[in-house]
Nanobody, 124 residues
């Protein structure tokens, strides 16, 4: 079991920035890849970004490449999603997730541990 708690969501104007955090507990965090998945109103969950166990490899959805940066601090059992140049279409609930594997998962259905989610709302 791994417990995941997200924070950092909120309301921001288009073009602004937010940093989401995900604090993990319960298992050896540094052994596992982590990911972020979003769910916009009325839509299914979509992969946003993933990072491998050591932080040396990151993967991004095309829609966020160049704007979002995923990083991790294994000493703090935390992953961070820096979101810059936010767009209206980034509005969603953002979930931190893991499959308890060292390899990044790029499909939402591949994850089996989820946080409760944090709301990001981008206004015009």
């Amino acid at each position: 079991q791994m417990q995941l708690v997200e924070s950092g969501g909120g309301l921001v104007q288009a073009g602004g920035s937010l940093r989401l955090s995900c604090a993990a507990s319960g298992r050896t965090f540094s052994s596992y890849a982590m990911g972020w998945v979003s769910q916009a109103p009325g839509k299914g969950r979509e992969f946003v970004a993933g990072i491998n166990w050591g932080g040396s490899s990151t993967y991004y959805a095309d829609s966020v490449k160049g704007r979002f940066t995923l990083s991790r601090d294994n000493a703090k059992n935390t992953v961070y999603l820096q979101m810059n140049s936010l767009k209206l279409e980034d509005t969603a609930v953002y979930y931190c997730a893991t499959r308890l594997s060292p390899i990044v998962v790029v499909t939402p259905t591949g994850y089996n541990y989820w946080g409760q989610g944090t709301q990001v709302t981008v206004s015009s």
